[in-house]
């Protein structure tokens, strides 16, 4: 699903629903999103959020293409290349305390920001892959997209 988010709401553009036993990967992702990017004026200016389950390194490099800005949220057990020391999931260098990477390297050989969040009282960390350098209101950005589930969970 695309939505638009319109001052506290979203408001859905486009969905395809399809029945899978997991997610729906990403050439279904990119066919969604290309009917979008037709739509869209030029210049533009986008910002795509999803969810873990759609946060790909694939998707990432897809936005970094058409030049979007992006908040997509990542498993906590993509392994991250370091230039320094081995290679570590998102949930170990959290647990070092880690909360931003710049220019995290995954084995697909994507680079991206990611900015770690772990808020109290929740269970799983955030892990948000972005466009821009990292900082803790950025990493927030990744919650606009709550407007969407509003609007979807009834």
Not at 44 to 69: I, N, P, S
Not at 106 to 132: C, F, K, N, Q
Request: aromatic residues 12%; positive net charge; hydrophobic residues 35%.
């Amino acid at each position: 699903m695309v939505s638009v988010r319109l001052r506290k709401r979203a408001v859905p553009l486009f969905w395809v629903v399809k029945e899978t036993k997991r997610g729906i990967g990403f050439s279904e992702q990119k066919a969604l999103l290309e009917v979008i990017r037709g739509w869209l004026p030029k210049g533009c200016r986008v910002m795509l959020a999803g969810d873990r389950f759609y946060g790909t390194t694939e998707l990432v490099g897809w936005c970094q293409e058409q030049g979007w800005k992006y908040r997509l949220r990542l498993k906590g057990n993509l392994c991250i290349y370091q230039d320094q020391g081995p290679d570590k999931t998102l949930d170990q260098l959290k647990t070092e305390g880690k909360r931003t990477l710049e220019k995290a390297r995954s084995r697909s050989g994507m680079i991206t920001h990611v900015g770690i969040l772990h808020e109290p009282g929740h269970d799983e960390p955030w892990y948000i892959a972005m466009d821009s350098l990292p900082n803790e209101y950025k990493t927030r950005d990744y919650g606009l997209r709550w407007a969407l589930e509003y609007v979807f969970r009834f």
